[in-house]
T-cell receptor, first 113, second 110 residues
């Protein structure tokens, strides 16, 4: 079975632009979470979606948004990019809730110039 | 905000030695999880210990949990070069999110 997949692998954008990151969960997993990991830090929670509904939101500005599709894949959108948005964006899936084991994708490395 | 704090921030040992890293957290928990991250890529789940467990083993990994001290430790025995990675503890907050510590960077020298 395929693990969690994310695309693209790397992305370079300039300040003010918009970016869309994509994630496909493990087959059968209905929960998708997004995390931001700045270099040298642990991952920070951005969103969780379960059954296509937002179930949790971290302390991130409204420039960050996400959605989950009927096939449980997910998109993370970031508008008006800032230099500080440069990070590794990780997607994680699980069958149900966050207190279960999370399966992480390889991440998307976003660089904002 | 970070829930947990790992200690030490960095650890360098010789191959074959044991590596111990510690994690402290602030709030009551349902379980505590340890993850490994190689070279800034995706995290790999290592082990989950529930709040009513005190110790758990998985291969060369041994995890302890002391809920009275709000702390956990991860022991890797007989370390190998392939164990070089960053290790994170994470605690669930509600059903929505995992809260991670800042991690321990482990280097195994041949």
């Amino acid at each position: 079975d395929a693990g969690v997949t994310q695309s693209p692998t790397h992305l370079i954008k300039t300040r003010g632009q918009h970016v869309t990151l994509r994630c496909s969960p493990i087959s059968g997993h209905k929960s998708v979470s997004w995390y931001q990991q700045v270099l040298g830090q642990g991952p920070q929670f951005i969103f969780q979606y379960y059954e296509k509904e937002e179930r949790g939101r971290g302390n991130f500005p409204d420039r960050f948004s996400a959605r989950q599709f009927p096939n449980y894949s997910s998109e993370l959108n970031v508008n008006a990019l800032l230099l500080g948005d440069s990070a590794l964006y990780l997607c994680a899936s699980s069958f149900a809730a966050a207190y279960n084991e999370q399966f992480f994708g390889p991440g998307t490395r976003l660089t904002v110039l | 905000s970070q829930q947990g704090e790992e200690d030490p921030q960095a650890l360098s040992i010789q191959e074959g030695e044991n590596a111990t890293m510690n994690c402290s957290y602030k709030t009551s928990i349902n379980n505590l999880q340890w993850y490994r991250q190689n070279s800034g890529r995706g995290l790999v789940h290592l082990i989950l210990i529930r709040s009513n467990e005190r110790e758990k083993h998985s291969g060369r990994l041994r995890v302890t949990l002391d809920t009275s001290k709000k702390s956990s430790s991860l022991l890797i025995t007989a370390s190998r070069a392939a164990d070089t990675a960053s290790y994170f503890c994470a605690t669930p907050q509600g059903a929505q999110k995992l809260v991670f510590g800042q991690g321990t960077r482990l280097t195994i020298n041949p």
